[in-house]
């Protein structure tokens, strides 16, 4: 895990580090997002939980109606259960390598792209992490409004695709609604 961690690191470092040297080229963007997650696990009886997300994210403007988009983001995630008091927290760095941005107008942007998740950990009721796999992977979909030149605020949901136990008599399935704002530097 320390050395994925530490690989996640040098990557974005790198990232950085590239989009920096080249900031003064017309079209490349980099910043930071933060926000918060309504999430749920699918193919349960769970309810929703809140929990937060923010990371750092460049974009690279192919033309005035298209950009890809990369993010590096923290998310905290999980469920409650509908029949008890119990809940669970799942902690992700989620990497979205090459979300497709589309302006159909001016400020509004359309979004998607692949996702994958990396289990920092977790806690909660019935939480053992050996119970759950390391990765997590689906699509992210959404829609974005520019504020400002450097504010834009959006939403999104990330539709888990692989279940994310290793237990073959539950399936669970990552479900999250975000919101937030993305401030470009």
Same mark, same amino acid.
């Given at each position: 895990?320390?050395?994925?961690?530490?690989?996640?690191?040098?990557?974005?470092?790198?990232?950085?580090?590239? +989009? *920096?040297?080249?900031?003064?080229?017309? #079209?490349?963007?980099? &910043?930071?997002?933060? !926000?918060?997650?309504? =999430?749920? /696990?699918?193919?349960?009886?769970?309810?929703?939980?809140?929990?937060?997300?923010?990371?750092?994210?460049?974009?690279?403007?192919?033309?005035?109606?298209?950009?890809?988009?990369?993010?590096?983001?923290?998310?905290?995630?999980?469920?409650?259960?509908?029949?008890?008091?119990?809940?669970?927290?799942?902690?992700?760095?989620?990497?979205?390598?090459?979300?497709?941005?589309?302006?159909? +107008? *001016?400020?509004?942007?359309?979004?998607? #792209?692949?996702?994958? &998740?990396?289990?920092? !950990?977790?806690?909660? =009721?019935? /939480?053992?992490?050996?119970?759950?796999?390391?990765?997590?992977?689906?699509?992210?979909?959404?829609?974005?409004?520019?504020?400002?030149?450097?504010?834009?605020?959006?939403?999104?949901?990330?539709?888990?695709?692989?279940?994310?136990?290793?237990?073959?008599?539950?399936?669970?399935?990552?479900?999250?609604?975000?919101?937030?704002?993305?401030?470009?530097?």
């Amino acid at each position: 895990m320390k050395k994925t961690i530490k690989l996640m690191l040098c990557a974005v470092l790198l990232g950085v580090m590239t +989009i *920096n040297a080249q900031e003064k080229q017309k #079209g490349i963007e980099f &910043g930071i997002k933060a !926000g918060a997650n309504l =999430t749920e /696990f699918r193919n349960t009886s769970s309810k929703f939980k809140i929990g937060i997300m923010g990371g750092v994210f460049s974009q690279y403007r192919l033309s005035e109606k298209l950009a890809i988009r990369s993010e590096i983001l923290y998310s905290a995630q999980g469920a409650k259960s509908k029949n008890s008091s119990g809940k669970i927290k799942l902690n992700y760095i989620n990497v979205l390598p090459a979300i497709i941005k589309f302006y159909p +107008i *001016n400020k509004l942007s359309l979004e998607a #792209g692949p996702q994958v &998740g990396y289990l920092l !950990g977790g806690k909660g =009721t019935g /939480f053992v992490k050996s119970n759950f796999k390391k990765i997590d992977y689906g699509v992210a979909l959404g829609i974005g409004y520019s504020l400002t030149d450097n504010l834009e605020i959006g939403i999104r949901y990330n539709l888990g695709f692989a279940d994310i136990t290793k237990e073959n008599s539950t399936s669970l399935k990552n479900s999250v609604f975000q919101a937030g704002l993305s401030f470009k530097l």
